[in-house]
Nanobody
Framework: QVHLVESGGGLVQPGGSLRLSCAAS????????IAWFRQAPGKEREGVSC??????WYADSVKGRFTISRDNAENTMFLQMNSLKPEDTAVYYC????????????????????WGQGTQVTVSS
């Protein structure tokens, strides 16, 4: 059974850093398209970053600050978040799909079949 579990969220001051992890079980992450999304209160879920055999993309709002990666040996994906801003506050979700997602669908929630439960990130002084 496919299962994704996020961790690493928390409270951080503006300018700080956090590293989110998403541990996968029930399947091998290698070869899967991976992505991170976030949803702030009262807002729609938005794509933050994604990676597949077709490439790696970032939302304009996080370019240069966030980095997506994966460790296939640990079957885990990561989101390194630096220079955090209050507007980065949201629940962050990891997502995967066995198909290769291209640039047109990479940051679109419907492109992904598997989702984690979410982890809260709060950026505040």
């Amino acid at each position: 059974q496919v299962h994704l579990v996020e961790s690493g969220g928390g409270l951080v001051q503006p300018g700080g850093s956090l590293r989110l992890s998403c541990a996968a079980s029930g399947f091998a992450l290698d070869g899967y398209s991976i992505a991170w999304f976030r949803q702030a209160p009262g807002k729609e879920r938005e794509g933050v970053s994604c990676s597949s055999d077709a490439g790696t993309w970032y939302a304009d709002s996080v370019k240069g600050r966030f980095t997506i990666s994966r460790d296939n040996a640990e079957n885990t994906m990561f989101l390194q978040m630096n220079s955090l801003k209050p507007e980065d506050t949201a629940v962050y979700y990891c997502a995967t799909d066995r198909l290769v997602v291209d640039v047109l669908g990479c940051l679109t929630p419907v492109s992904y079949d598997n989702w984690g439960q979410g982890t809260q990130v709060t950026v505040s002084s």
